[in-house]
C-alpha cells in the first residue's frame, strides 16, 4: 500500500484533537514556540482570527471581506437556527423511515457519528445516518490490498466509486445525500451551518504537507452543504476539493449559501452524485 493509502487508513479517532491542534498551529504559524500557558485550540482560534485580521481571504489590506461582517453573521446564523428547526420539523417523519430502514436492514447502529475538524479547529461530532457495514474500516484495508485500482482511486479521492462497504439502503441515502439529513441537529445546536465547507477528518489534516488551505476553511464552520457538495462530490480530487472549499470562503455571500441550498433541494430529489461524506 501507497504512504498516502496508509495514512489514511488510520481511524480518525487516532488523531487526537491535541494533535491536529499542533499540526494547525505550526501551519499558520510555523515559528510559533510551545506556550505552557495556553492549549493548542485557543492558540489555533487565536492565529485564525490574527490572519483573518490582516485579510487572509481577500487581496489589499484596506479590504473586509462578508464573512467577518457582524451582520451578515448573524443572518447567516439566524438562516441556520430557523432552516435546521422547521428542517428538522418538517422532515421528522422522513427520519423516522430512514432510521427504521437503516435498523432493520443491516446491523449496526441507526446513527454514524464521526470527529470532524470544525470552526477554529474545535472538535466536531458529525452526526449521519449508517450507510456501511459496521466492520468497514477492515474491510477496506482487505478492498485496497486486493486491488491496486481500488487502492489508486481511495489514494486519489479518498473515497471508492463503488464502494462494497455501502450497505443497500446507504446506496439510495448517498445518492440522495439523505445521510446526511440528522446534521440538521448539528447546524441547531450551533456547531455546523446549513451551508459551508466540508468539515475533514483529522487525519486528513494530518497527512498534508501544506496546511495552509485547511487554516482558511476552519475560519468559518463546517456545512451540511456547500460548493464541493453541490458541484464536485465524488468526482472531484481531493486536492481540489481544498480548493474549492477555499473558493467559497473567498466569494461568500448570503446569496450563494441561497443558491446553494437550491441545488442542495435538487440533488435530494433527484440524486445528482453518489458519496458525499
Known amino acids: 500500500m501507497s504512504d498516502t493509502g496508509s495514512r489514511l487508513m488510520q481511524s480518525s479517532q487516532k488523531a487526537s484533537q491535541k494533535d491536529v491542534d499542533r499540526k494547525l498551529v505550526r501551519g499558520a504559524e510555523p515559528d510559533f514556540r510551545v506556550d505552557r ?4 485550540s485557543s492558540r489555533v482560534r487565536k492565529e485564525v482570527l490574527r490572519r483573518a485580521g490582516e485579510g487572509l481571504l481577500h487581496d489589499g489590506t484596506d479590504v473586509t471581506h462578508p464573512v467577518y461582517h457582524t451582520t451578515s453573521l448573524a443572518v447567516k446564523r439566524a ?4 432552516g435546521s428547526f422547521f428542517g ?7 427520519l423516522l423511515v430512514i432510521a427504521l430502514l437503516v435498523r432493520l436492514t443491516s446491523r449496526g447502529p441507526v446513527f454514524f457519528i464521526q470527529d470532524r475538524v470544525g470552526l477554529h479547529g474545535a472538535w466536531v461530532k458529525t452526526l449521519k445516518f449508517r450507510t456501511m457495514v459496521v466492520d468497514a474500516e ?4 482487505e478492498v485496497i490490498n486486493s486491488d491496486p485500482k481500488a487502492r489508486a482511486e481511495y489514494d486519489r479521492y479518498h473515497k471508492l466509486q463503488h464502494d462494497p462497504r455501502i450497505t443497500s439502503i446507504g446506496r439510495f441515502l448517498r445518492k440522495h445525500s439523505l445521510d446526511e439529513l440528522p446534521q440538521l441537529i448539528n447546524v441547531l445546536a450551533g456547531s ?7 468539515g475533514y477528518l483529522p487525519t486528513e489534516i494530518m497527512q498534508l504537507a501544506d496546511t495552509d488551505r ?5 475560519q468559518v464552520k463546517p456545512g451540511i ?3 464541493w457538495q453541490v458541484g464536485g462530490r465524488s468526482n472531484v480530487p481531493f486536492d481540489e476539493r481544498l480548493d474549492m472549499d477555499v473558493f467559497y470562503i473567498r466569494h461568500w455571500s ?3 449559501d441561497l443558491y446553494l441550498l437550491v441545488n442542495t433541494v435538487w440533488i435530494l430529489f433527484f440524486g445528482r452524485g453518489h458519496g458525499a461524506s
Open 88 to 94: 428538522l420539523l418538517v422532515l421528522s417523519p422522513v
Open 79 to 82: 438562516m441556520d437556527i430557523v
Open 225 to 227: 452543504t456547500g460548493f
Open 37 to 40: 500557558d495556553t492549549t493548542f
Open 192 to 198: 455546523m451551518s446549513l451551508v459551508g465547507p466540508r
Open 254 to 256: 448570503l446569496g450563494m
Open 138 to 141: 477492515s474491510r477496506l484495508q
Open 214 to 218: 485547511i487554516i482558511q476553511i476552519i
